[in-house]
């Protein structure tokens, strides 16, 4: 009995991982990162495969890093911008 149940055990586990990991990959496809890396933590506190879970979130860490910058210089130029317009314009 004790390997039955530790093979339902492996079974949900796995089965768990894979669809968390599916959740994460569809989040990741349209680029919506925070979503998709929590996924993959789910998927990683199963402790199966990972070094591919580990390099999903890195790479959902990456491109949140670089979104980070692309809203910080964005929020430069606006503020920049409303300067000039405020200066030039009143």
Do not use: H, P
Request: proline share 0%.
């Amino acid at each position: 009995m004790k390997s039955n149940n530790s093979e339902s055990t492996t079974n949900t586990s796995e089965s768990n991982f894979t669809d968390y990991m599916q959740r994460g990959d569809d989040f990741y496809k349209i680029e919506l990162l925070r979503q998709a890396k929590s996924w993959y933590e789910k998927a990683l506190n199963l402790n199966l495969d990972n070094e591919m879970v580990k390099f999903r979130i890195s790479e959902c860490e990456r491109k949140l890093a670089f979104e980070n910058k692309v809203v910080y210089i964005l929020i430069s130029i606006g503020s920049i911008l409303a300067v000039f317009y405020l200066i030039f314009y009143n």
